[in-house]
């Protein structure tokens, strides 16, 4: 049976997933250069795919035209223009399957993503936790093309994605001796995210030690976090709101590293082929959503038996009466730079 050469993949959200298809399709692509994706997510999310020579980016709008199911029917009309052999479900949510329900109607071959559901409650429950690596989710995104008959292997390595430096952002970049930290200090719940005093020792360390720091991710009460934090230490610059998510990587790319929670930040260094320190509070690295080409060395955690609570860090997780995140201090963190120095 011949393999599919034109299939559509559908992941809308989150931030940090849509980069990890990303990343795959990057490396599927390199593999099969001759097959033709077509990418459906937000429109926000399409830098993510820049420079993937044999994909199209087709935008979902789900607030307006592809709203409900009728919308969703108007997308697959759109879609299926493009002639797909197949369509592959990174989603596996409720509009994704509508569509897949849609273009298996139509006979298009369809396979969806394995999220390990039962996996994964295993392993945040309270009692009998089954603490153990899960597969990452990289692979498990991966595994979707294997089961419509691609053979490929993930390299799990990173590499150097090097953009010019967005003109604007000069000023950033102008002493060449100073090296370049990203800093991620937020994500969508608030148990992923270490104390901002915690966070501002860290900064006020590096920006006395030799580094320049930019601060990355977040609205406005984040930015202006993020500008106080510029206005009492030197060598500190803040991004938020000031750049496109096109610029944004650009900036990444650049970077000599890069520090976030268990965030989008991550999957965003990733992409760019930026080593990265992760920070994990309620969550846990064994839930799958390791940054791609990182290393587990890399991710800075206290272990505790009620580690994890939640897969996306939505549920608090009180270790010996303290919250998970707040196990971590700065000088972990330091230490850890000053190790890879």
Same mark, same amino acid.
């Given at each position: 049976?011949?393999?599919?050469?034109?299939?559509?993949?559908?992941?809308?959200?989150?931030?940090?997933?849509?980069?990890?298809?990303?990343?795959?399709?990057?490396?599927?692509?390199?593999?099969?250069?001759?097959?033709?994706?077509?990418?459906?997510? &937000?429109?926000?999310?399409?830098?993510?795919?820049?420079?993937?020579?044999?994909?199209?980016?087709?935008?979902?709008?789900?607030?307006?035209?592809?709203?409900?199911?009728?919308?969703?029917? &108007?997308?697959?009309?759109?879609?299926?223009?493009?002639?797909?052999?197949?369509?592959?479900?990174?989603?596996?949510?409720?509009?994704?399957?509508?569509?897949?329900?849609?273009?298996?109607?139509?006979?298009?071959?369809?396979?969806?993503?394995?999220?390990?559901?039962?996996?994964?409650?295993?392993?945040?429950?309270?009692?009998?936790?089954?603490?153990?690596?899960?597969?990452?989710?990289?692979?498990?995104?991966?595994?979707?093309?294997?089961?419509?008959?691609?053979?490929?292997?993930?390299?799990?390595?990173?590499?150097?994605?090097?953009?010019?430096?967005?003109?604007?952002?000069?000023?950033?970049?102008?002493?060449?001796?100073?090296?370049?930290?990203?800093?991620?200090?937020?994500?969508?719940?608030?148990?992923?995210?270490?104390?901002?005093?915690?966070?501002?020792?860290?900064?006020?360390?590096?920006?006395?030690?030799?580094?320049?720091?930019?601060?990355?991710?977040?609205?406005?009460?984040?930015?202006?976090?993020?500008?106080?934090?510029?206005?009492?230490?030197?060598?500190?610059?803040?991004?938020?709101?000031?750049?496109?998510? &096109?610029?944004?990587?650009?900036?990444?790319?650049?970077?000599?590293?890069?520090?976030?929670?268990?965030?989008?930040?991550?999957?965003?260094?990733?992409?760019?082929?930026?080593?990265?320190?992760?920070?994990?509070?309620?969550?846990?690295?064994?839930?799958?959503?390791?940054?791609?080409?990182?290393?587990?060395?890399?991710?800075?955690?206290?272990?505790?038996?009620?580690?994890?609570?939640?897969?996306?860090?939505?549920?608090?997780?009180?270790?010996?009466?303290?919250?998970?995140?707040?196990?971590?201090?700065?000088?972990?963190?330091?230490?850890?730079?000053?190790?890879?120095?």
């Amino acid at each position: 049976m011949s393999l599919p050469q034109r299939i559509i993949v559908t992941r809308f959200s989150a931030m940090g997933d849509v980069a990890m298809v990303a990343s795959v399709l990057k490396e599927f692509c390199i593999h099969y250069p001759d097959v033709e994706i077509i990418m459906v997510s &937000r429109p926000f999310f399409s830098p993510f795919f820049d420079g993937i020579k044999n994909l199209r980016f087709h935008a979902i709008e789900p607030k307006t035209i592809h709203k409900g199911f009728w919308g969703l029917f &108007r997308l697959k009309k759109e879609l299926a223009q493009y002639g797909p052999d197949a369509v592959a479900d990174l989603h596996f949510n409720l509009r994704s399957r509508v569509l897949d329900l849609l273009f298996s109607l139509s006979g298009v071959k369809v396979k969806q993503l394995d999220k390990g559901r039962e996996e994964k409650k295993a392993l945040i429950r309270k009692k009998n936790k089954i603490k153990v690596p899960l597969r990452l989710t990289v692979e498990r995104y991966a595994d979707v093309f294997r089961t419509l008959g691609f053979k490929f292997e993930l390299s799990h390595k990173l590499v150097a994605n090097l953009q010019d430096v967005p003109k604007v952002a000069f000023s950033m970049f102008a002493n060449f001796d100073r090296k370049k930290i990203g800093i991620a200090a937020f994500a969508q719940h608030r148990y992923k995210i270490l104390s901002l005093v915690k966070m501002g020792q860290i900064i006020d360390y590096l920006a006395h030690h030799g580094y320049d720091v930019l601060l990355f991710g977040g609205g406005q009460e984040e930015f202006q976090i993020a500008q106080n934090w510029t206005e009492s230490f030197p060598n500190t610059h803040n991004t938020i709101g000031k750049f496109t998510l &096109r610029e944004e990587l650009d900036l990444i790319s650049n970077l000599d590293l890069m520090i976030s929670m268990d965030s989008s930040g991550l999957h965003m260094a990733s992409l760019m082929g930026v080593r990265c320190l992760s920070l994990w509070g309620a969550t846990h690295p064994y839930a799958g959503f390791t940054g791609y080409g990182q290393q587990l060395a890399d991710c800075i955690q206290v272990e505790h038996p009620n580690r994890p609570s939640s897969v996306y860090g939505n549920k608090s997780c009180i270790c010996d009466g303290v919250e998970a995140i707040d196990l971590i201090t700065p000088e972990m963190v330091i230490e850890r730079i000053n190790g890879i120095r």
